[in-house]
């Protein structure tokens, strides 16, 4: 039987649960003997700890015990970095627990444990913690200063500064006909998930089973357990549902050291759930960016370099991929266009504020801001129109494989594996309606200004360096499929399901279950990140299916004494030689695991249209029509990566127009609850569009699929930012920084009608 | 103190502290755990439920304010053999991604096409604005709902489980 299941729009397995209420969420785990642990955190964001008295907490009916950072034998450990662990981050590294300084407000000072949530939050409030208040520094240009250090002993605020080059670019600037220098700031905003973090840890008999792992469980066992002292085999990390991942989900937190620490401290089973002001403080915060960039051009419109540093706001340590999107902005300013002469350098600025890490489009929604902000205003200058502006300098079907700049340190090269850029953004400007729509740019309509704006970008996914998975035959003939991916929300029970339904030729109800994610199901698992799941957990599933078949024929030759050779599989039954007919159910039991190997990434691409409506009295902006075309090589389920897109994009808006972690010039953080983070809701943005297509399948996986999910963020702060500066071109206004509150908008149309008096932008 | 009130269809005492909310008391002194926690703050819905018919954030009510109500939860619009017209057409949309969220989307727009079957798009928008989903995009979600709308047309009235 061949099967077509990879490809088709199939329901989710996982909505049969979700929609019943029967997920299971780490909160939803209650074991005998459960202990709440509640944290402490600093409310101030620089200073020295002095002392912390805990006598009045304990005297608490139903506290057990309040751990503090000389609860921990050696002292408390420091979190790896998981991504570019480089020797210059070693020792911005983050403490466990705050040990001796405080540095920015939210970090971990205590941990009660009580045998309930509220009478935890009773005795946070009688635990005295005296702190020497030291100057903060609140945003990347004290920080440079350079006068009040957070790591005093380290000397600088700045740990590292990343290059990324290609050709000459200095020599292209001398030379070239026209040069343009522009600043630009992106906000601070965070993946937010809806369901706050949790950790439960079990301690028995030398054994720890930590629940509520996620993302990466495999690689955060490995920190536990040389932090805990531990054989890795002495942990299980076990992967409940997970209610969205964002890149901040599942990363290795304080909090996954310290639950499972107080669990075998008390040798009772230690419960921590997140509430939503600690998540808007503790959970990893991103974006927040600035540039100083210059682009050269011939007078053709051909560019010919881009040259600038960007300032990114690390907030108070390197978390495990705190360095990812500094890194990003660097190496993906250029994105898909065609730019022969790059030196960008970012460098990280270590600020008393909640430390960063990704957030999906790590680097990408800043840099994609950056750079479609420049080639409008660059267009613009030159008189060239912004769609063939860019139609010129996309790269070609015939660059690819294309080099991307050098990035250094941590010298690394990559390439843009496939794809035709001209055709998803042709295809974007006539689903949009470009042409017809393009005679509304900047009219006054009703009282609103029309806006347009058009933009091309690049998501990259698929990162190695291995994924392992394997089958397992029931005992009723059917397969269960166990992976080291891991699931966040994404549905990958049902498109691995597709998968291996796909590669055995057998119906996809006879895949029993796909168990992903938790430490017990594979030899060894990377989970999710950087788009990788369906390339890498997909091409290794392919390869236990061939595992699986030569077991098999293996095991039947041994049994129907002949050769392998002679065993045929034909969807789930064994045929062999003398009338020899079995099904898998004669085989139950027999497990394969399957591996894949990359060094390569995928590039998915597109490109995205919007039409807004402003309203320039009160700076508020409509979504009129937005059409994104993403093009993502082989789709194992359109509507799953379809709902990706319109997800991403919805958060990409948000972070365009809404979200931003606002903190003031003493790192305190002004932000405490969803009333003050502004997220998208149901009626914000009900006129969005995406299509997905496969027109040019990954070349570097025997799939062919792209990892995909990201590119509606990346794109969506440079489009909105230039659809709003067209709507209100008659103001002058040229949005240079983002989010586009109702503010910030109305600030520009006030200082665009009184050029005169100085009002900012 | 002790409350008493109908949860799903069935009575029940429970023992609790004044200041318990009902949704810590239905997640874990009753176990229904598809009630979601989200903010406790009334913000994100996540902790939808019916109380005698109306959709109520179950982080702003205390327990003790359930006494002699109707609760109906996400367990109780559900059935073990196949799912609700509401839910098969949350699937059928993509309407549903970490799930999270889910279930006070459900609860709402149980309540919502129960008084309003005829209602139109921005209605379903107007009131799932008040329930925050972070992956799907709302689109989705909208549609689902528009399109569950005839099973709650039929005379017989919400085809729902047991409420």
Known sequence: ?761 | MPVSFEVNGKQVTVEVEPRMTLVDCLRHQLRLTGTHVGCEHGVCGACTILVDGEAVRACLMLAVQAEGCNVVTIEGLSNDEALTPLQASFRRHHAVQCGFCTPGMITTAHALLTEEPDCDADRVREVLSGNICRCTGYISIVEAVLDARSAYRKSQGPPEGRS
């Open chain 1, 1 to 761: 039987m061949r099967n077509s299941f990879v490809g088709s729009p199939v329901e989710r397995r996982e909505d049969l649960r979700f929609t019943r209420g029967r997920g299971q969420y780490v909160d939803d785990l209650s074991p005998d003997g459960l202990l709440y642990a509640v944290i402490l955190r600093s409310s101030v964001a620089h200073g020295c700890i002095r002392s912390i008295d805990t006598a009045a907490a304990l005297k608490i009916e139903g506290v057990h015990a309040v751990i503090t950072a000389q609860d921990i034998p050696g002292g408390p450990p420091r979190i790896a970095m998981r991504l570019q662990p480089l020797p210059e981050f070693k020792p911005f590294e983050q403490s466990v627990i705050a040990d001796q300084k405080v540095r920015y407000v939210g970090e971990p000072i205590a941990v009660v444990l009580a045998s309930s949530v509220a009478i935890g939050e009773d005795a946070l409030e009688r635990i005295v913690v005296d702190i020497e208040s030291l100057p903060a520094v609140s945003d990347c240009e004290t920080s440079a200063k350079g006068d009040r250090l957070l790591f005093e002993e380290h000397g600088t605020n700045c740990p590292m500064t990343f290059t990324a080059k290609c050709g000459d670019a200095d020599a292209a600037f001398e030379t070239a006909a026209y040069v343009r220098r522009e600043k630009f700031r992106t906000g601070r905003h965070y993946g937010l998930t809806m369901e706050p973090r949790g950790v439960m840890a079990e301690w028995a008999t030398g054994r720890l089973t930590v629940s509520g792992a996620a993302k990466v469980p495999f690689f955060n066992r490995r920190i536990l357990a040389k932090q805990m002292g531990l054989p890795e085999t002495a942990i299980a990390m076990v992967e409940n549902d997970v209610g969205g991942g964002f890149g901040a989900r599942g990363e290795f937190y304080p909090e996954d050291f310290l639950i499972p620490f107080a669990a075998r401290h008390v040798g009772r089973p230690v419960k921590w759930i997140e509430d939503r002001r600690e998540n808007l403080m503790a959970m990893n915060h991103a974006r927040q960016a600035a540039i100083d960039v210059e682009i050269a051009c011939a007078r053709d419109g051909t560019i010919l370099g881009l040259r600038g540093h960007a300032d990114v706001d690390m907030g108070a340590y390197m978390r495990t991929n705190g360095a990812v999107a500094a890194r990003n902005i660097a190496q993906f300013m250029s994105g898909p266009y065609r730019i022969p002469n790059i030196k960008l350098q970012s460098s990280l600025w270590m600020t008393n504020k909640t430390p960063v890490g990704t957030y999906r489009g790590p680097g990408r929604f800043e840099a994609d801001f950056f750079r479609e902000r420049l080639l409008d205003l660059v267009a613009k200058d030159l008189d060239i129109d912004r769609v063939e502006f860019r139609r010129r300098n996309l790269i070609r079907a015939s660059d690819m494989p294309y080099r991307m700049p050098t990035i250094t340190p941590f010298e690394s090269k990559d390439e843009i594996d496939s794809g035709d850029y001209r055709l998803s953004l042709d295809r974007c400007l006539q689903e949009f309606g470009w042409s017809d729509k393009e005679k509304l740019q900047e009219r006054l309509i009703d009282g609103r200004y029309h806006g347009l704006a058009v933009g091309c970008f690049i998501e990259g996914g698929a990162a190695g360096p291995k994924e392992t998975a394997r089958l397992e035959i029931d005992p009723d003939g059917s397969v269960a499929v166990f992976i080291g991916s891991s699931a966040v929300g994404q549905g990958v029970e049902t498109v691995f399901a597709q998968i291996a339904a796909d590669a055995l030729e057998i119906p996809m109800d006879r895949i029993s279950g796909v168990h992903h994610g938790s430490t017990a199901y594979v030899s060894d698992g990377y989970g999710a990140y950087h788009s990788r799941s369906v390339v890498m957990g997909g091409s290794a599933l392919l390869d236990a299916t061939k595992n699986l078949h030569d077991l098999i024929r293996a095991t039947a030759s041994k049994r129907y004494s002949c050769a392998p050779s002679d065993i045929k599989i034909v969807e789930d039954r064994i045929i062999g030689p003398r009338g020899i007919s079995a099904t898998f159910a004669d085989f139950v039991g027999l497990t394969a695991e399957g591996i894949f190997l990359n060094k390569k990434h995928t590039y998915t691409y597109g490109a995205h249209a919007a039409h807004v409506t402003v309203d320039a009295k009160i700076g508020q902006v409509e979504i009129v029509d937005y059409m994104t075309v993403v093009d993502c090589g082989r789709i194992i389920n359109p509507m799953t990566v379809r709902g990706q897109v319109i997800g991403s994009l919805v958060q990409g808006l948000g972070g365009a127009l809404l979200e931003d972690l606002v903190y003031d010039d003493q790192g305190q953080l002004l932000i405490g609850s969803l009333a003050d983070y502004l997220l998208p809701t149901a009626g914000d943005f009900p006129n969005l569009r995406a299509i997905v297509t496969d027109m040019f399948p990954s070349p570097i996986n025997p799939l062919g699929a792209k990892g995909a999910g990201e590119g509606g963020i990346i794109s969506a702060g440079g489009i909105v930012a230039n659809a709003v500066a067209n709507a209100l071109g008659t103001f002058g206004v040229e949005p240079r920084e983002l989010p586009l509150t109702p503010q910030r908008i109305w600030e520009m149309v006030e200082a665009g009608r009184h050029p005169l008096t100085k009002a900012s932008a």
